[in-house]
Protein backbone atom coordinates (compact mmCIF):
# COMPACT_ATOMS: atom_id res chain seq x y z
CA UNK A 1 0.00 0.00 0.00
CA UNK A 2 1.57 3.29 -0.90
CA UNK A 3 1.96 5.30 1.98
CA UNK A 4 1.14 9.28 1.63
CA UNK A 5 4.46 10.96 1.76
CA UNK A 6 6.15 8.62 -0.81
CA UNK A 7 2.89 9.11 -2.87
CA UNK A 8 3.45 12.92 -2.17
CA UNK A 9 7.51 12.87 -3.33
CA UNK A 10 6.32 11.50 -6.49
CA UNK A 11 4.03 14.09 -7.15
CA UNK A 12 6.57 16.50 -6.39
CA UNK A 13 8.99 15.06 -8.58
CA UNK A 14 6.24 15.15 -11.52
CA UNK A 15 3.31 17.01 -12.31
CA UNK A 16 3.04 19.08 -9.14
CA UNK A 17 -0.41 20.59 -8.55
CA UNK A 18 -0.90 22.93 -5.81
CA UNK A 19 -3.92 23.52 -3.50
CA UNK A 20 -4.60 26.81 -2.10
CA UNK A 21 -6.08 26.05 1.08
CA UNK A 22 -7.64 29.29 2.59
CA UNK A 23 -8.27 32.86 1.47
CA UNK A 24 -5.73 35.73 1.51
CA UNK A 25 -2.48 36.46 0.72
CA UNK A 26 1.22 35.48 1.47
CA UNK A 27 2.51 32.86 3.18
CA UNK A 28 2.77 33.35 6.97
CA UNK A 29 6.61 33.42 7.92
CA UNK A 30 7.11 33.69 11.28
CA UNK A 31 8.98 30.55 10.97
CA UNK A 32 12.71 28.69 11.79
CA UNK A 33 15.61 29.05 9.35
CA UNK A 34 13.48 26.26 7.20
CA UNK A 35 11.42 29.45 6.04
CA UNK A 36 13.89 30.04 3.18
CA UNK A 37 12.20 26.78 1.74
CA UNK A 38 8.66 28.51 2.13
CA UNK A 39 7.75 29.63 -1.46
CA UNK A 40 7.80 25.75 -2.62
CA UNK A 41 4.84 23.96 -1.60
CA UNK A 42 5.14 21.64 1.73
CA UNK A 43 4.82 17.65 1.03
CA UNK A 44 1.60 18.05 3.14
CA UNK A 45 -1.14 20.40 4.13
CA UNK A 46 -3.50 19.65 6.92
CA UNK A 47 -5.77 22.52 6.18
CA UNK A 48 -8.37 24.05 9.01
CA UNK A 49 -7.99 21.56 11.35
CA UNK A 50 -8.71 23.10 15.60
CA UNK A 51 -4.56 22.79 16.41
CA UNK A 52 -4.25 21.84 19.81
CA UNK A 53 -0.50 22.55 21.29
CA UNK A 54 -0.40 22.17 25.41
CA UNK A 55 2.92 23.70 25.23
CA UNK A 56 1.97 27.06 24.24
CA UNK A 57 -1.47 26.89 24.80
CA UNK A 58 -2.91 27.37 21.39
CA UNK A 59 -6.47 26.00 20.42
CA UNK A 60 -7.56 27.32 16.84
CA UNK A 61 -8.31 27.15 13.20
CA UNK A 62 -4.84 27.11 11.82
CA UNK A 63 -3.08 25.71 8.62
CA UNK A 64 -0.47 23.04 9.38
CA UNK A 65 2.76 23.01 6.67
CA UNK A 66 4.94 19.91 7.04
CA UNK A 67 8.34 19.10 4.34
CA UNK A 68 10.65 16.16 4.87
CA UNK A 69 9.01 15.01 7.94
CA UNK A 70 8.97 18.23 10.29
CA UNK A 71 6.59 20.65 11.17
CA UNK A 72 7.53 24.03 9.49
CA UNK A 73 4.61 26.66 9.52
CA UNK A 74 1.42 26.69 12.00
CA UNK A 75 -0.67 29.66 10.69
CA UNK A 76 -4.14 31.08 9.71
CA UNK A 77 -2.76 32.08 6.71
CA UNK A 78 -2.89 29.96 3.46
CA UNK A 79 -0.62 27.18 2.66
CA UNK A 80 0.22 25.86 -0.57
CA UNK A 81 0.82 21.79 -0.89
CA UNK A 82 1.37 18.77 -2.87
CA UNK A 83 -0.52 17.59 -0.66
CA UNK A 84 -3.96 18.60 1.17
CA UNK A 85 -5.64 17.10 3.63
CA UNK A 86 -8.67 19.03 4.86
CA UNK A 87 -8.75 18.56 8.49
CA UNK A 88 -12.32 20.83 9.15
CA UNK A 89 -14.07 20.11 12.45
CA UNK A 90 -11.28 17.44 13.75
CA UNK A 91 -8.41 17.86 16.17
CA UNK A 92 -5.09 18.21 15.32
CA UNK A 93 -2.72 17.05 18.01
CA UNK A 94 0.51 16.23 18.79
CA UNK A 95 0.91 12.37 18.34
CA UNK A 96 0.69 10.81 21.75
CA UNK A 97 3.86 9.68 23.58
CA UNK A 98 3.19 6.03 25.39
CA UNK A 99 5.98 5.83 28.02
CA UNK A 100 4.88 2.09 29.00
CA UNK A 101 4.44 -0.46 26.65
CA UNK A 102 5.84 -4.49 26.51
CA UNK A 103 4.68 -5.65 23.13
CA UNK A 104 7.26 -7.32 20.91
CA UNK A 105 5.42 -7.78 17.76
CA UNK A 106 5.03 -4.50 15.50
CA UNK A 107 2.12 -5.38 13.94
CA UNK A 108 0.24 -4.30 17.82
CA UNK A 109 1.59 -1.22 17.14
CA UNK A 110 -0.44 -0.38 14.42
CA UNK A 111 -3.95 -0.52 17.29
CA UNK A 112 -1.27 1.87 19.31
CA UNK A 113 -1.41 4.28 15.81
CA UNK A 114 -5.38 3.64 15.88
CA UNK A 115 -5.41 4.64 19.28
CA UNK A 116 -3.16 7.83 18.36
CA UNK A 117 0.16 6.63 19.87
CA UNK A 118 2.98 7.79 17.46
CA UNK A 119 6.18 6.86 19.87
CA UNK A 120 5.99 3.93 22.48
CA UNK A 121 8.66 2.98 25.04
CA UNK A 122 9.22 -0.32 26.89
CA UNK A 123 10.63 1.54 30.11
CA UNK A 124 8.90 -0.01 33.45
CA UNK A 125 10.22 -3.54 32.93
CA UNK A 126 12.92 -2.53 30.17
CA UNK A 127 15.12 -4.97 28.21
CA UNK A 128 18.66 -6.62 28.69
CA UNK A 129 20.27 -6.19 25.62
CA UNK A 130 19.69 -2.76 24.31
CA UNK A 131 21.34 -2.72 20.68
CA UNK A 132 19.76 -6.19 19.94
CA UNK A 133 16.38 -4.63 20.50
CA UNK A 134 17.15 -1.79 18.83
CA UNK A 135 18.68 -3.71 16.08
CA UNK A 136 15.05 -6.52 15.34
CA UNK A 137 13.02 -3.23 15.12
CA UNK A 138 14.48 -1.40 12.28
CA UNK A 139 12.81 -0.75 9.21
CA UNK A 140 10.01 -2.70 10.82
CA UNK A 141 8.09 -0.08 13.14
CA UNK A 142 5.11 2.33 12.05
CA UNK A 143 5.31 4.22 15.04
CA UNK A 144 8.68 5.73 16.59
CA UNK A 145 9.98 3.23 19.61
CA UNK A 146 12.81 3.86 22.41
CA UNK A 147 13.66 1.15 25.48
CA UNK A 148 15.01 1.55 28.90
CA UNK A 149 18.07 -0.72 29.90
CA UNK A 150 15.81 -3.18 32.61
CA UNK A 151 17.11 -4.09 36.23
CA UNK A 152 14.69 -7.00 36.24
CA UNK A 153 15.44 -8.23 32.74
CA UNK A 154 19.15 -8.16 33.63
CA UNK A 155 19.00 -9.74 36.84
CA UNK A 156 17.55 -12.77 35.17
CA UNK A 157 19.97 -13.07 32.43
CA UNK A 158 22.61 -12.85 35.35
CA UNK A 159 20.58 -14.98 37.32
CA UNK A 160 19.76 -17.25 35.03
CA UNK A 161 15.98 -17.02 35.47
CA UNK A 162 13.79 -19.13 33.29
CA UNK A 163 10.78 -16.66 33.38
CA UNK A 164 9.15 -15.17 29.86
CA UNK A 165 9.47 -11.83 30.60
CA UNK A 166 9.39 -11.38 34.17
CA UNK A 167 11.31 -13.15 36.83
CA UNK A 168 9.92 -16.86 37.79
CA UNK A 169 12.71 -18.02 39.58
CA UNK A 170 15.72 -16.71 41.33
CA UNK A 171 15.71 -13.28 39.69
CA UNK A 172 12.90 -12.98 42.05
CA UNK A 173 13.53 -14.97 45.18
CA UNK A 174 17.62 -14.87 45.58
CA UNK A 175 19.94 -11.79 46.68
CA UNK A 176 22.70 -11.45 44.59
CA UNK A 177 26.04 -12.56 44.99
CA UNK A 178 28.47 -9.72 45.14
CA UNK A 179 29.38 -11.17 41.64
CA UNK A 180 26.15 -11.26 40.63
CA UNK A 181 25.63 -7.65 42.10
CA UNK A 182 28.74 -6.44 40.09
CA UNK A 183 27.91 -7.98 36.43
CA UNK A 184 24.41 -6.66 37.01
CA UNK A 185 25.68 -3.25 37.15
CA UNK A 186 27.95 -3.80 34.45
CA UNK A 187 25.35 -4.53 32.15
CA UNK A 188 23.16 -1.89 33.54
CA UNK A 189 25.73 0.48 32.80
CA UNK A 190 26.49 -0.73 29.01
CA UNK A 191 22.83 -0.59 28.70
CA UNK A 192 23.16 3.31 29.00
CA UNK A 193 26.27 3.65 27.27
CA UNK A 194 24.22 2.30 24.18
CA UNK A 195 21.91 4.73 24.47
CA UNK A 196 18.93 2.74 26.40
CA UNK A 197 16.23 5.50 27.29
CA UNK A 198 16.66 5.27 30.87
CA UNK A 199 16.87 2.55 33.80
CA UNK A 200 13.23 0.13 34.67
CA UNK A 201 12.80 -1.38 37.68
CA UNK A 202 10.66 -4.06 38.08
CA UNK A 203 10.80 -3.92 41.82
CA UNK A 204 7.54 -5.85 42.86
CA UNK A 205 8.65 -8.74 40.42
CA UNK A 206 12.36 -8.99 42.23
CA UNK A 207 11.63 -8.56 45.92
CA UNK A 208 14.79 -10.63 47.34
CA UNK A 209 17.11 -7.14 44.93
CA UNK A 210 18.28 -5.65 48.14
CA UNK A 211 18.01 -1.73 49.13
CA UNK A 212 21.65 -1.81 47.98
CA UNK A 213 21.93 -3.16 44.85
CA UNK A 214 18.73 -0.81 43.63
CA UNK A 215 20.24 1.86 45.12
CA UNK A 216 23.61 1.19 42.86
CA UNK A 217 21.76 1.03 40.15
CA UNK A 218 19.66 4.14 40.82
CA UNK A 219 23.36 5.65 41.08
CA UNK A 220 24.36 4.38 38.19
CA UNK A 221 21.37 6.05 36.25
CA UNK A 222 22.40 9.26 37.95
CA UNK A 223 25.59 9.31 36.20
CA UNK A 224 23.70 9.17 32.44
CA UNK A 225 20.92 11.72 33.54
CA UNK A 226 18.76 8.73 32.90
CA UNK A 227 15.47 8.46 34.74
CA UNK A 228 13.99 5.61 36.91
CA UNK A 229 10.87 3.86 35.51
CA UNK A 230 9.34 1.77 38.39
CA UNK A 231 6.75 -0.58 39.35
CA UNK A 232 6.87 -0.32 43.12
CA UNK A 233 6.74 -2.71 45.54
CA UNK A 234 3.47 -3.03 46.90
CA UNK A 235 1.13 -5.05 48.78
CA UNK A 236 0.00 -7.48 46.06
CA UNK A 237 3.90 -8.31 46.48
CA UNK A 238 4.86 -7.92 50.00
CA UNK A 239 1.47 -9.17 51.44
CA UNK A 240 0.46 -6.21 53.12
CA UNK A 241 -1.63 -3.03 52.60
CA UNK A 242 0.68 -0.41 53.23
CA UNK A 243 1.53 0.81 49.70
CA UNK A 244 3.02 4.06 50.50
CA UNK A 245 5.80 2.28 51.78
CA UNK A 246 6.71 0.97 48.29
CA UNK A 247 6.17 4.59 47.13
CA UNK A 248 8.72 5.82 50.07
CA UNK A 249 11.11 3.62 48.63
CA UNK A 250 11.50 5.44 45.63
CA UNK A 251 11.44 9.14 46.91
CA UNK A 252 14.09 7.96 49.27
CA UNK A 253 16.08 6.41 46.00
CA UNK A 254 15.61 9.72 44.05
CA UNK A 255 16.41 11.96 46.90
CA UNK A 256 19.92 10.00 47.66
CA UNK A 257 20.80 9.60 44.05
CA UNK A 258 19.18 12.46 42.58
CA UNK A 259 17.89 10.51 39.87
CA UNK A 260 14.31 11.31 38.88
CA UNK A 261 11.90 8.52 39.21
CA UNK A 262 8.86 7.95 37.22
CA UNK A 263 6.18 5.54 38.80
CA UNK A 264 4.30 3.56 36.31
CA UNK A 265 0.78 3.23 36.81
CA UNK A 266 -0.73 4.75 40.46
CA UNK A 267 -4.01 3.56 39.41
CA UNK A 268 -3.12 -0.04 40.11
CA UNK A 269 0.45 0.43 42.20
CA UNK A 270 -1.75 2.58 44.28
CA UNK A 271 -5.37 1.10 44.01
CA UNK A 272 -7.47 2.79 47.02
CA UNK A 273 -4.13 4.02 48.34
CA UNK A 274 -3.62 6.10 44.87
CA UNK A 275 -4.83 9.30 46.38
CA UNK A 276 -2.99 9.57 49.36
CA UNK A 277 0.35 8.24 47.18
CA UNK A 278 -0.62 11.28 44.57
CA UNK A 279 -0.78 13.94 47.99
CA UNK A 280 2.60 12.48 48.90
CA UNK A 281 4.35 12.49 45.18
CA UNK A 282 3.04 16.23 44.99
CA UNK A 283 4.84 16.61 48.91
CA UNK A 284 8.05 15.09 47.26
CA UNK A 285 7.94 17.32 44.68
CA UNK A 286 7.43 20.46 46.32
CA UNK A 287 10.78 19.53 48.20
CA UNK A 288 12.86 19.06 45.17
CA UNK A 289 12.47 15.36 44.66
CA UNK A 290 11.40 15.10 40.69
CA UNK A 291 8.82 12.06 40.48
CA UNK A 292 5.93 11.57 38.18
CA UNK A 293 3.46 8.90 37.66
CA UNK A 294 1.06 7.79 34.88
CA UNK A 295 -2.12 5.65 34.98
CA UNK A 296 -4.39 3.96 32.45
CA UNK A 297 -8.24 4.15 32.16
CA UNK A 298 -9.19 0.29 33.48
CA UNK A 299 -10.70 -1.11 36.68
CA UNK A 300 -8.40 -4.35 35.69
CA UNK A 301 -4.94 -5.01 35.58
CA UNK A 302 -3.29 -7.67 33.83
CA UNK A 303 0.20 -9.44 34.07
CA UNK A 304 1.62 -13.07 34.24
CA UNK A 305 0.12 -15.50 36.99
CA UNK A 306 3.77 -17.37 37.80
CA UNK A 307 5.48 -14.10 38.81
CA UNK A 308 5.90 -13.15 42.15
CA UNK A 309 2.79 -11.19 42.67
CA UNK A 310 1.56 -14.43 42.91
CA UNK A 311 3.31 -16.26 45.72
CA UNK A 312 1.09 -14.72 48.53
CA UNK A 313 -2.08 -15.77 46.89
CA UNK A 314 -1.75 -19.29 47.52
CA UNK A 315 -4.53 -19.58 50.46
CA UNK A 316 -6.54 -16.69 49.61
CA UNK A 317 -10.51 -16.91 50.27
CA UNK A 318 -12.53 -18.40 47.33
CA UNK A 319 -14.03 -15.23 46.11
CA UNK A 320 -10.28 -13.26 45.66
CA UNK A 321 -9.70 -15.98 42.85
CA UNK A 322 -13.04 -15.10 41.76
CA UNK A 323 -10.99 -11.81 40.70
CA UNK A 324 -9.37 -13.33 38.29
CA UNK A 325 -9.63 -14.30 34.63
CA UNK A 326 -7.29 -16.48 32.22
CA UNK A 327 -6.65 -14.48 29.60
CA UNK A 328 -6.71 -17.34 27.25
CA UNK A 329 -10.37 -18.80 27.58
CA UNK A 330 -11.72 -15.69 29.38
CA UNK A 331 -12.60 -17.75 32.70
CA UNK A 332 -12.97 -16.55 36.27
CA UNK A 333 -10.72 -18.80 38.28
CA UNK A 334 -11.35 -20.76 41.71
CA UNK A 335 -8.32 -21.36 43.72
CA UNK A 336 -8.28 -25.24 41.71
CA UNK A 337 -7.78 -23.30 38.02
CA UNK A 338 -5.37 -20.82 40.24
CA UNK A 339 -3.15 -23.77 41.08
CA UNK A 340 -3.38 -25.23 37.71
CA UNK A 341 -2.22 -22.46 35.38
CA UNK A 342 0.06 -21.00 38.27
CA UNK A 343 2.41 -24.18 37.38
CA UNK A 344 1.23 -23.56 33.28
CA UNK A 345 1.96 -20.00 33.09
CA UNK A 346 0.62 -16.89 31.20
CA UNK A 347 -1.40 -14.08 31.48
CA UNK A 348 -4.15 -13.27 34.33
CA UNK A 349 -6.65 -10.12 34.27
CA UNK A 350 -6.77 -8.93 37.98
CA UNK A 351 -10.47 -7.48 38.43
CA UNK A 352 -9.66 -5.54 41.44
CA UNK A 353 -10.11 -1.64 40.98
CA UNK A 354 -12.90 0.70 41.20
CA UNK A 355 -13.98 3.66 38.65
CA UNK A 356 -13.35 6.09 41.80
CA UNK A 357 -9.32 5.09 41.70
CA UNK A 358 -9.39 5.65 37.92
CA UNK A 359 -11.02 8.64 38.07
CA UNK A 360 -8.82 10.34 40.83
CA UNK A 361 -6.00 9.20 38.69
CA UNK A 362 -6.76 10.56 35.56
CA UNK A 363 -7.77 13.94 36.76
CA UNK A 364 -4.47 14.58 39.18
CA UNK A 365 -2.47 17.08 37.74
CA UNK A 366 0.50 14.67 38.15
CA UNK A 367 -0.71 11.83 36.28
CA UNK A 368 0.30 11.21 32.78
CA UNK A 369 -1.80 8.47 30.26
CA UNK A 370 0.45 5.53 29.67
CA UNK A 371 -1.32 1.93 28.43
CA UNK A 372 0.42 -0.62 30.04
CA UNK A 373 -0.31 -2.85 26.62
CA UNK A 374 1.38 -5.76 25.09
CA UNK A 375 1.05 -7.43 22.10
CA UNK A 376 -2.75 -7.80 20.52
CA UNK A 377 -3.97 -11.18 20.08
CA UNK A 378 -7.50 -12.39 18.93
CA UNK A 379 -9.35 -12.71 22.44
CA UNK A 380 -6.45 -12.71 24.42
CA UNK A 381 -4.67 -9.72 26.54
CA UNK A 382 -5.91 -6.41 27.64
CA UNK A 383 -8.00 -3.81 25.85
CA UNK A 384 -5.72 -1.09 27.28
CA UNK A 385 -3.28 -1.67 24.44
CA UNK A 386 -6.02 -0.54 21.76
CA UNK A 387 -8.20 1.39 23.31
CA UNK A 388 -6.06 3.32 26.35
CA UNK A 389 -5.99 6.89 24.62
CA UNK A 390 -9.46 7.20 23.15
CA UNK A 391 -10.87 5.90 26.10
CA UNK A 392 -9.68 8.97 27.93
CA UNK A 393 -10.55 11.38 25.17
CA UNK A 394 -13.97 9.47 24.90
CA UNK A 395 -15.24 9.06 28.29
CA UNK A 396 -13.75 11.01 30.63
CA UNK A 397 -13.11 14.44 28.43
CA UNK A 398 -16.05 14.15 26.49
CA UNK A 399 -18.70 12.18 28.45
CA UNK A 400 -17.63 13.15 31.82
CA UNK A 401 -16.03 16.07 31.55
CA UNK A 402 -13.90 14.64 34.28
CA UNK A 403 -10.70 16.98 32.50
CA UNK A 404 -10.29 19.47 29.10
CA UNK A 405 -9.15 17.75 26.26
CA UNK A 406 -6.27 20.56 26.31
CA UNK A 407 -5.83 18.63 29.83
CA UNK A 408 -6.01 15.21 28.16
CA UNK A 409 -4.05 15.87 25.76
CA UNK A 410 -1.41 17.47 27.85
CA UNK A 411 -1.25 14.30 29.63
CA UNK A 412 -0.28 12.34 26.61
CA UNK A 413 1.94 14.74 24.70
CA UNK A 414 3.70 16.90 26.75
CA UNK A 415 4.39 16.04 30.02
CA UNK A 416 6.36 12.32 28.54
CA UNK A 417 7.79 14.27 25.92
CA UNK A 418 9.27 16.32 28.99
CA UNK A 419 10.17 13.35 31.17
CA UNK A 420 12.72 12.43 28.68
CA UNK A 421 14.15 15.20 27.25
CA UNK A 422 17.11 15.24 30.22
CA UNK A 423 18.36 12.27 28.83
CA UNK A 424 16.63 12.07 25.52
CA UNK A 425 17.24 15.85 23.31
CA UNK A 426 15.34 14.34 20.60
CA UNK A 427 12.17 14.27 22.59
CA UNK A 428 12.19 18.17 22.44
CA UNK A 429 10.69 17.98 18.98
CA UNK A 430 7.76 15.66 20.42
CA UNK A 431 4.50 16.24 22.03
CA UNK A 432 4.21 19.76 20.44
CA UNK A 433 2.43 21.46 17.41
CA UNK A 434 5.15 23.90 16.26
CA UNK A 435 7.29 25.24 13.70
CA UNK A 436 10.55 22.86 13.90
CA UNK A 437 8.98 19.95 15.66
CA UNK A 438 8.79 16.12 14.31
CA UNK A 439 5.32 15.88 11.97
CA UNK A 440 4.40 13.26 14.35
CA UNK A 441 0.78 13.85 14.44
CA UNK A 442 -2.90 12.96 15.14
CA UNK A 443 -6.05 14.55 13.31
CA UNK A 444 -9.29 13.19 14.81
CA UNK A 445 -12.67 13.88 15.48
CA UNK A 446 -13.11 14.80 18.99
CA UNK A 447 -17.14 14.04 18.88
CA UNK A 448 -16.75 10.71 18.25
CA UNK A 449 -13.18 9.29 19.39
CA UNK A 450 -13.85 5.94 21.98
CA UNK A 451 -12.52 2.73 22.75
CA UNK A 452 -13.88 -0.41 21.15
CA UNK A 453 -11.97 -3.05 22.60
CA UNK A 454 -13.37 -4.84 25.64
CA UNK A 455 -11.55 -7.82 27.79
CA UNK A 456 -13.53 -9.87 26.20
CA UNK A 457 -12.62 -8.93 22.29
CA UNK A 458 -8.97 -6.96 23.04
CA UNK A 459 -8.35 -6.62 19.43
CA UNK A 460 -11.04 -3.97 18.33
CA UNK A 461 -9.32 -0.74 17.27
CA UNK A 462 -10.31 2.25 18.54
CA UNK A 463 -12.32 4.81 16.64
CA UNK A 464 -12.45 8.56 15.78
CA UNK A 465 -8.36 9.18 14.27
CA UNK A 466 -8.86 10.23 10.71
CA UNK A 467 -5.23 10.70 10.09
CA UNK A 468 -2.09 9.59 11.98
CA UNK A 469 1.01 10.95 10.61
CA UNK A 470 4.74 9.66 11.83
CA UNK A 471 7.22 11.58 10.93
CA UNK A 472 5.52 13.35 8.29
CA UNK A 473 3.55 9.60 6.52
CA UNK A 474 0.30 8.36 7.31
CA UNK A 475 -0.48 5.58 8.93
CA UNK A 476 -3.66 5.93 9.65
CA UNK A 477 -5.52 7.97 6.63
CA UNK A 478 -9.27 8.40 5.82
CA UNK A 479 -10.09 6.17 9.53
CA UNK A 480 -8.06 3.30 8.24
CA UNK A 481 -5.10 1.70 9.49
CA UNK A 482 -2.48 1.48 6.40
CA UNK A 483 -0.63 -2.10 7.35
CA UNK A 484 2.48 -2.35 5.92
CA UNK A 485 3.49 1.56 6.93
CA UNK A 486 6.81 1.73 8.51
CA UNK A 487 7.59 5.64 9.55
CA UNK A 488 8.78 5.03 12.89
CA UNK A 489 11.80 5.59 13.90
CA UNK A 490 14.08 4.82 16.84
CA UNK A 491 14.02 7.27 20.04
CA UNK A 492 17.90 6.68 21.50
CA UNK A 493 19.85 8.70 23.99
CA UNK A 494 23.38 9.62 22.58
CA UNK A 495 25.64 5.98 22.25
CA UNK A 496 28.51 7.03 24.08
CA UNK A 497 31.68 4.98 24.35
ZN1 LIG B 1 3.80 -2.80 35.93
Given at each position: MPDGANESRKRATGHTFRALVAAGGALALALSPLSVHAQQPFDLVIANGRVMDPESGLDAIRNVGIRAGVIEAVTASLLDGVEVVDAGGLVVAPGFINLHWHGTDPHSNYYEAMDGVTSTFELEIGVADVDKWYDERAGRMPINYGAAIGHAPTRMAVMKDPGEFLPAGDAARKPATDAELAEIELRVERGLKRGAVGVGFGLAYTPAASTWEITQMFRTAARYDAAAFV???????????????????????????????????????????????????????????????????????????????????????????????????????????????????????????????????????????????????????????????????????????????????????????????????????????????????????????????????????????????????????????????????????????
Open positions: HLRGASSAGSTDREQGLMEVIALSAVTGTPVHVAHINSSGQTNAARMLAIMQDARSHGVDITTECYPYTAGATRIESFLFDTWTDKPEEEYHKLQWSATGERLTRETFLKYRKQGGLVLIHANTEDVIRTAVAHPLTMIASDGFDVRHRQGHPRSAGTYSRILGRYVREAGLISLMEGLRKMTLMPAQRLEARVPQMRGKGRVKAGADADLVIFDPRRIIDRATYEEPDVYAEGMRYVLVNGRFVVRDGAVLEGVTPGRPVRARISP
